[in-house]
């Protein structure tokens, strides 16, 4: 290749499950086609961009029903041997070789959620009973504890 070279490759990358919050989350499809474009840049450099479409499976952080996410994934990387800053030094391309798993592993994990819900508005579970809020009616209630600090108090007999 040539300076401003560019090539497209189609593969399939086999992403690893997702540890979150110390829940289990499953990749679908278990192999992700991916599209990989390689250019090349001037002396023995590349610029790579990796773009795919994933689904994230495993439980709500708030009620703990089915939930999943569809990620849509575009990463860039640059790979410029000799560069004196490191920005341009790709750590997934090591002896010439791009490792495109790791990549795609962890460009995935970057384009998640902070939290995987059921649904936008999911109400959890009481923390009082555990029921599952989405499901409960609204006059779902408790009594209110007494308040700890006047515990003393209610032991006096007048």
Not at 56 to 73: D, K, N
Not at 82 to 97: I, N, R, T
């Amino acid at each position: 290749m040539s300076s401003g070279e560019a090539r497209h490759l189609d593969l399939e990358v086999s992403l690893a499950p997702f540890e979150l919050g110390g829940e289990h989350y499953e990749v679908a499809p278990p192999l992700v086609p991916v599209r990989l474009d390689v250019t090349r840049t001037t002396g023995e450099g590349y610029s790579l961009r990796l773009r795919f479409e994933a689904e994230l499976r495993g439980p709500c952080v708030r009620c703990l029903e089915p939930a999943g996410h569809h990620a849509t994934v575009d990463a860039r990387e640059v790979e410029q041997p000799g560069a004196q800053d490191e920005e341009l030094d790709s750590p997934y391309v090591l002896e010439g070789v791009l490792d495109v798993g790791a990549w795609a592993n962890d460009a995935l994990a970057l384009a998640l959620p902070a939290k995987i819900l059921c649904r936008p508005d999911c109400a959890g579970l009481c923390p009082t009973c555990g029921e599952n809020l989405n499901e409960a009616g609204p006059d779902h209630a408790h009594e209110a504890e007494p308040d700890p600090r006047w515990a003393k108090l209610r032991e006096l007999e007048l």
